[in-house]
């Protein structure tokens, strides 16, 4: 069997996410679940923890869901196919969110993704908007402009945004 690489931006973003065996965990965008992977490990569904992947492609999904069957089959991952806007409160709470290299944030207006993270997300719930290099001025601007407080985050593999609701 193949060795799978774990890119740099995903280690990067696992280690942002900090999570806890009882932290639960939104990533939206999830592509071939490398950050999954590093994720899910640290979570104790008997803890409270747990992981939604999300991703509006199918082949995404399929990719997460494979290179993560274990955390699937044990209940520690579910993995769905669905766009940002398109989830479902049913789907919260969560107490971390986070994308990788997901371009909506400054390609147009975010406005309706973040509506639904500010209603995903638990009370003291944070969102990490990452980038494999600096994110565009624009991600902190339309953050700051649907009321979340933005902090810069850093490190080797990448760079972004932290957000919560103001």
Same mark, same amino acid.
């Given at each position: ?12 973003? =696992? ?9 639960? /965990? ?10 999954? #992977?590093?994720?899910?490990? @640290? ?10 992947? /999300?991703? +509006? #492609?199918? /082949? *995404? /999904?399929? @990719?997460? =869901?494979? @290179?993560?069957? =274990? ?6 991952? *579910? ?28 390609? +147009? ?18 969102? %990490? ?15 700051? +402009? %649907? ?6 985050? #850093? ?7 932290? *957000? +919560?609701?103001?």
């Amino acid at each position: 069997m193949a060795t799978r690489v774990v890119p740099t931006r995903a280690r990067f973003a =696992a280690a942002v996410v900090g999570a806890q065996p009882g932290t639960r /965990v939104l990533e939206a965008g999830c592509g071939p679940g490398a950050v999954a #992977s590093l994720v899910c490990p @640290r979570l104790d569904p008997v803890a409270g923890g747990g992981m939604l992947a /999300v991703d +509006r #492609s199918a /082949v *995404a /999904v399929a @990719r997460t =869901a494979g @290179r993560c069957a =274990a955390f699937v089959d044990s209940g520690v991952l *579910a993995v769905v196919r669905s766009d940002l806007a398109g989830l479902g409160i049913e789907n919260g709470p969560v107490d971390v969110a986070l994308t990788v290299n997901v371009n909506l944030f400054w390609t +147009r207006d975010p406005g309706p993704e973040l509506a639904v993270l500010r209603a995903l997300l638990a009370p003291g719930g944070v969102v %990490h908007v990452l980038y494999e290099g600096a994110p565009p001025a624009a991600v902190a601007a339309g953050l700051r +402009r %649907h009321g979340w407080d933005t902090v810069p985050v #850093s490190g080797d593999g990448g760079a972004g945004v932290t *957000a +919560r609701p103001a």
